[in-house]
T-cell receptor, first 117, second 109 residues
Framework: KAGVTQTPRYLIKTRGQQVTLSCSPISGHRSVSWYQQTPGQGLQFLFE???????NKGNFPGRFSGRQFSNSRSEMNVSTLELGDSALYLCASSLGGGLSRLYNEQFFGPGTRLTVL | GENVEQHPSTLSVQEGDSAVIKCTYSDSASNYFPWYKQELGKRPQLIIDIRSNVGEKKDQRIAVTLNKTAKHFSLHITETQPEDSAVYFC????????FGTGTRLQVFP
């Protein structure tokens, strides 16, 4: 099976702009989670989508939003970019269904490195 | 709030020595504790996980122990090799996975 893919891999934006990142999960995976990774902060949870519905949300401002399509592909949008949004954005997919969903291994994509100038 | 403390933040060992990374979590209802390894420039990958119904799990040179009473879990790597050099993240579940801040392990030949 093909792994999780993310596009684009690198982005440079300026403050105030907006950006859309894309994530294609492993075939058959219905859950997609997004994380922000910065040095010293680890992986901070942004949100999780399952069957086109946001199932969970982390403690990020409303400038961060996402959606999931019927084919499980997901997009993440950040509006009004700030310097502090510079980070590696990782998505992860998992099977996601049923009571066992919290035990499902998460498979990460390569990430999108966003630089805000 | 939900959080997990991970220590140490950096760890340097000689090849062949053991390495131990410890995490303390906040939610006593948690029942799944995975460990991810992220090599430089690569994506995180699951290396081992443990569920709350067991106290220890081993897979070759790596093992994880869990103390639910103290809300601690640890990763143990024995006979370390240079290819073990990476950042290791612990995590626990609530209704989502909460990750630690990572431990950068360097194994010197």
């Amino acid at each position: 099976k093909a792994g999780v893919t993310q596009t684009p891999r690198y982005l440079i934006k300026t403050r105030g702009q907006q950006v859309t990142l894309s994530c294609s999960p492993i075939s058959g995976h219905r859950s997609v989670s997004w994380y922000q990774q910065t040095p010293g902060q680890g992986l901070q949870f942004l949100f999780e989508y399952f069957s086109e519905t946001q199932r969970n949300k982390g403690n990020f401002p409303g400038r961060f939003s996402g959606r999931q399509f019927s084919n499980s592909r997901s997009e993440m949008n950040v509006s009004t970019l700030e310097l502090g949004d510079s980070a590696l954005y990782l998505c992860a997919s998992s099977l996601g269904g049923g009571l066992s969903r919290l035990y499902n291994e998460q498979f990460f994509g390569p990430g999108t490195r966003l630089t805000v100038l | 709030g939900e959080n997990v403390e991970q220590h140490p933040s950096t760890l340097s060992v000689q090849e062949g020595d053991s390495a131990v990374i410890k995490c303390t979590y906040s939610d006593s209802a948690s029942n799944y504790f995975p460990w991810y390894k992220q090599e430089l420039g690569k994506r995180p990958q699951l290396i081992i996980d443990i569920r709350s119904n067991v106290g220890e799990k081993k897979d070759q040179r790596i093992a994880v122990t869990l103390n639910k009473t103290a809300k601690h879990f640890s990763l143990h790597i024995t006979e370390t090799q240079p290819e073990d050099s990476a950042v290791y993240f612990c995590a626990f579940n609530t209704d989502k996975l909460i990750f630690g801040t990572g431990t950068r392990l360097q194994v010197f030949p």
